[in-house]
């Protein structure tokens, strides 16, 4: 990371399900990064994801990250735990003006779009319906008989910035997003922001299918007056079709390799050779790759595998 001082960073699991070989090399190598330079690593569960939530979900992660050798400063934070301070920073941005009300379902957002997204975008653009169109939630209750979502106010086109891994990226927007969900939960874009400002991290090393939330989350930083991080995006692990892992692959979680007397020293060594850290067949422990660790060593493109560690 650029600067002197050693960085902060967060490993950010969802206890939505298991975690699998894509994870577990994501995380490996921000645990690699921070470590090598000697930073601090934290563990916040990203656990608002509504009925998507396991149970027992948490506590699987924790373990398999710990069977791994991969280790956080400090006690974990949960996001379900600080909805109070998400709504709040909402209703700041409400009474700014620089959110709205939205009522728009889906589908009627993809109807009235004018013109097709395009790949980079992960949504249909929203095309401003509801923009100016309520005075408040209360309004737009009442007007629609829907609950609203809130949507925060965009009115550039792009904002542009450096990844650290990545380079240069154009930061393209695709219009108006939600903030706030219809149950009156917090939206990733706006829980991550809150919580990275509130913890210090300063660098955000994760896959890079979340680079299209990037230019989304800086502007929200922007708007709330904090001090952005620097980003950094890394290919992902990807099956044999190119797509990034899931059950269609085969089971890949660390579960299944567990069960099937996999170890751990196995899987980081898979891990590590596939991310041009070490050799083929290796058998290591995270702490073996610190003093090697070099971020110019990771392959540009990503990582194909069938899930056999061969």
């Not at 930073?39 to 948490?58: F, H, M, N, Q, S």
């Not at 219809?182 to 990733?188: F, K, N």
């Not at 190119?242 to 890949?252: E, I, N, S």
Request: with cysteine.
């Amino acid at each position: 990371m650029a600067g002197s001082e050693a960085p902060v960073s967060r490993l950010a699991p969802s206890p939505t399900g298991v975690l699998h070989l894509g994870n577990a090399r994501t995380f490996l190598l921000n645990w690699l990064w921070v470590r090598s330079v000697g930073g601090r690593l934290l563990l916040r569960i990203e656990d608002i994801d509504g009925p998507r939530v396991k149970v027992g979900a948490e506590e699987a992660l924790l373990e398999d990250l710990h069977w791994l050798g991969l280790d956080w400063d400090g006690v974990p934070v949960r996001q379900s735990e600080r909805l109070g301070t998400y709504s709040t920073v909402v209703d700041g941005l409400l009474a700014r003006g620089l959110a709205y009300p939205c009522t728009c379902t889906r589908k009627e957002v993809e109807e009235a779009a004018s013109a097709p997204h395009e790949s980079w975008q992960d949504a249909t653009p929203y095309p401003g319906t509801c923009r100016d169109r309520f005075c408040d939630l209360a309004h737009a209750r009442a007007e629609t008989g829907r609950e609203p979502a809130v949507r925060f106010r965009v009115d550039v086109d792009a904002v542009a910035y450096d990844d650290l891994f990545r380079g240069a990226d154009p930061g393209r927007i695709g219009g108006d997003f939600v903030i706030e969900k219809r149950d009156r939960g917090p939206a990733y874009q706006l829980a991550v922001v809150v919580d990275d400002a509130a913890q210090g991290v300063d660098l955000v090393v994760r896959g890079d299918d979340l680079v299209t939330s990037t230019p989304r989350q800086l502007l929200l930083y922007r708007a709330l007056g904090l001090t952005a991080p620097r980003f950094a995006h890394l290919p992902l692990l990807v099956g044999p079709d190119g797509k990034r892992l899931a059950k269609r692959h085969g089971d890949t979680s660390l579960k299944a390799y567990r069960e099937a007397g996999t170890t751990p020293e196995k899987i980081v060594g898979y891990l590590a050779a596939v991310s041009g850290l070490g050799e083929p067949g290796g058998r290591l422990r995270p702490t073996d790759l610190l003093d090697s660790f070099a971020l110019a060593r990771i392959p540009r493109e990503p990582v194909v595998t069938s899930g056999s560690l061969r």
